[in-house]
């Protein structure tokens, strides 16, 4: 007897990318940070005492959130924290999209984002990008053409790393009819001199939402702490109405308030990784992969014109996939299509990446 609604039912789970606890594995497969969060951080978790926890915490995470408004710029009823991005993506879709009603993503990316949308019983419309990863001229019109009521665009993209502009993005949340959430896990490692900011756009446009978390930048993902940034027709319904009641604990409110506030700390390792990301790319280049333009944490790679040894260049990305696993080091491999000849590699730490490197040249030489 099964008592799952028939859409339960019918779906498939998110899979999450696999988080080994053995010592010794290299993990560039989930985006993690490698280096450690702020020295602020473990002073605030070693001051909590036990005590602190007999109570609720503050329903709205107000400490965290008067916090994170002055840093962007924004009203406190502008803010939303939640316990973790996957939280608040689940929320937009519970407080603005009907069952039965679409929700669009520009494909390829998140692969949580149909999950979410299945066991709402949304439709989901796949918007593909370009060659390039990048969004057609006419994405908007395609996005309102599904007649979809929210989309997802992940800025930077993943698994590319491509960064859209907040111009381009300003247009389409212009044209389009929806609410458009801008996803910005990984906004952290854009290279500053871009100058890349999204936030602005929620202040003139009423349907941006833009997600922030503290898992990646912030050396966080353990802690399951992120939140959102929109004007307050977005944010109060989620506030005040579908959130649950005490969405985010004590100790994640405490640690993520540490976090934002010392932010100069986290920025040494976010420029710690730009600068392997430049050096890794280089290096995998040079031994024939092709990759994106990644102002991420990691790298999409295209594994070199596959030779004699392997039938094709998805058995042979599947392989080094394989093998690198086997030889202890775990990176991201997408059954999907347009991602089945490329390997999706986290930037770790100097000695981390070198050991990815010298593993994959040694698979290309067949030793
Ligand atoms: C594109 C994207 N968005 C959102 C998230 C959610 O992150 P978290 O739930 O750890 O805040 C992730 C995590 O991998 C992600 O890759």
Same mark, same amino acid.
């Given at each position: 007897?099964?008592?799952?609604?028939?859409?339960?039912?019918?779906?498939?789970?998110?899979?999450? !990318?696999?988080?080994?606890?053995?010592? !010794?594995?290299?993990? #560039?497969?989930?985006?993690?940070?490698?280096?450690?969060?702020?020295?602020?951080?473990?002073?605030?978790? @070693?001051? #909590?005492? =036990? &005590?602190? #926890?007999?109570?609720? %915490?503050? %329903?709205?995470?107000?400490?965290?959130?008067?916090?994170?408004?002055?840093?962007?710029?924004? !009203?406190?009823? +502008?803010?939303?924290?939640?316990? *973790?991005?996957?939280?608040?993506?689940?929320?937009?879709?519970?407080?603005?999209?009907?069952? !039965?009603?679409?929700?669009a993503i520009a494909e390829p990316s998140y692969s949580l984002y149909p999950v979410l949308a299945e066991i709402q019983g949304c439709e989901v419309a796949r918007i593909d990008l370009q060659d390039d990863w990048?969004?057609?001229? &006419?994405?908007?019109?395609?996005?309102?053409?599904? *007649?979809?009521?929210?989309?997802? =665009? =992940?800025? %930077?993209? @993943? %698994?590319? *790393?491509l960064l859209t502009s907040a111009e381009r993005l300003a247009e389409i949340a212009q044209e389009f009819t929806g609410v458009l959430v801008i996803d910005e896990a990984y906004v952290d490692f854009i290279d500053p001199d871009l100058h890349y900011d999204a936030v602005a756009l929620t202040k003139r446009f009423?349907? =941006?939402?833009?997600?922030?978390t503290m898992s990646k930048g912030y050396s966080l993902a353990g802690l399951r702490f992120a939140y959102g940034i929109a004007a307050t027709s977005l944010t109060e319904p989620m506030l005040y109405k579908t959130r649950d009641s005490y969405n985010t604990d004590v100790i994640s409110q405490v640690l993520a308030t540490a976090a934002l506030s010392d932010r100069a700390a986290a920025a040494v390792s976010w420029e710690k990784v730009r600068t392997e990301r430049a050096r890794v790319k280089k290096a995998l280049e040079n031994l024939g992969f092709q990759?994106?333009?990644?102002?991420? +944490?990691?790298?999409?790679a295209q594994v070199p014109s596959a030779d004699a040894r392997y039938e094709n260049s998805e058995l042979m990305a599947r392989e080094f996939y394989q093998r690198l696993k086997d030889d202890g080091i775990l990176i991201r491999y997408f059954d999907q299509p347009r991602l089945r000849d490329k390997l999706r590699i986290t930037i770790g730490t100097f000695d981390e990446n070198q050991q990815l490197l010298q593993h994959l040249e040694s698979y290309l030489r067949n030793t």
């Open positions: 007897m099964s008592y799952e609604r028939s859409n339960i039912k019918r779906m498939t789970g998110y899979a999450s !990318g696999e988080q080994p606890n053995q010592p !010794g594995i290299i993990k #560039l497969n989930t985006n993690e940070n490698p280096y450690p969060a702020s020295p602020a951080v473990a002073a605030a978790l @070693a001051d #909590l005492r =036990v &005590d602190s #926890l007999r109570r609720y %915490p503050q %329903p709205l995470a107000n400490d965290f959130r008067r916090i994170a408004a002055q840093y962007h710029q924004v !009203g406190i009823d +502008n803010i939303i924290a939640t316990n *973790g991005g996957d939280e608040l993506l689940r929320l937009v879709i519970t407080t603005f999209v009907d069952v !039965g009603e679409t929700i990048s969004m057609a001229a &006419d994405f908007a019109a395609r996005l309102n053409a599904t *007649g979809a009521k929210l989309a997802f =665009v =992940v800025n %930077p993209h @993943a %698994p590319s *790393g009423d349907n =941006v939402l833009i997600l922030r990759c994106a333009d990644s102002q991420s +944490n990691f790298l999409l």
